[in-house]
C-alpha cells in the first residue's frame, strides 16, 4: 500500500527557509514520479516542484532558483527545500506520486498522479 506523509511545514518570515519532506512508503521512488503540489485558499491546485524516476527536476517558473527538489532512495524521501520565501508561497503544500515504466517520464497535471499526501501548512508572513 503506497503512502505518502508530508511533514516540514510551518510559519517563516519573508525571506526565510523551510524544507519539507515526503516519506514514502510502499514504494521505490527510481519508479515513480514524485512531485510537490499547493494549493492556496480560493485557487487552484498547482505544481511547485517534481522529479522523475530518473531523477530529472522540474519546477514551476515562479519557484525556480528558489526551490529545489531531491530525494534520497535510502531513506525513500523527497525534499523540497524552499530559500527566499514570499508570502505568496503560502499554501498547503501536498506530495503526489505516480508509477511510471520509463525513468524519462514526466507528469505535469495533477489528474495524472495516483496517490496523495495529507499536505502541510506553509504560512509566510511579510
Known amino acids: 500500500q503506497v503512502q505518502l506523509v508530508e511533514s516540514g511545514g510551518g510559519l517563516v518570515r519573508a525571506g526565510g527557509s523551510l524544507r519539507l519532506s515526503c516519506a514514502a512508503s510502499?514504494?521505490?521512488?527510481?519508479?515513480?514520479?514524485l512531485t510537490w503540489f499547493r494549493q492556496a485558499p480560493g485557487n487552484q491546485r498547482e505544481l511547485v516542484a517534481g522529479?522523475?524516476?530518473?531523477?530529472?527536476?522540474n519546477y514551476a517558473d515562479s519557484v525556480k532558483g528558489r526551490f529545489t527538489i531531491s530525494r534520497d532512495n535510502a531513506k525513500n524521501t523527497v525534499y523540497l527545500q524552499m530559500n527566499s520565501l514570499k508570502p505568496e508561497d503560502t499554501a498547503v503544500y501536498y506530495c503526489?506520486?505516480?508509477?511510471?515504466?520509463?525513468?524519462?517520464?514526466?507528469?505535469?497535471?495533477?489528474?495524472?498522479?495516483?496517490?496523495w499526501g495529507q499536505g502541510t501548512q506553509v504560512t509566510v508572513s511579510s
Open positions: 510502499g514504494l521505490t521512488l527510481r519508479k515513480f514520479v
Open positions: 503526489a506520486g505516480s508509477p511510471t515504466t520509463y525513468g524519462s517520464t514526466w507528469y505535469a497535471h495533477d489528474y495524472e498522479y495516483d496517490y
Open positions: 522529479i522523475t524516476g530518473g531523477a530529472t527536476t
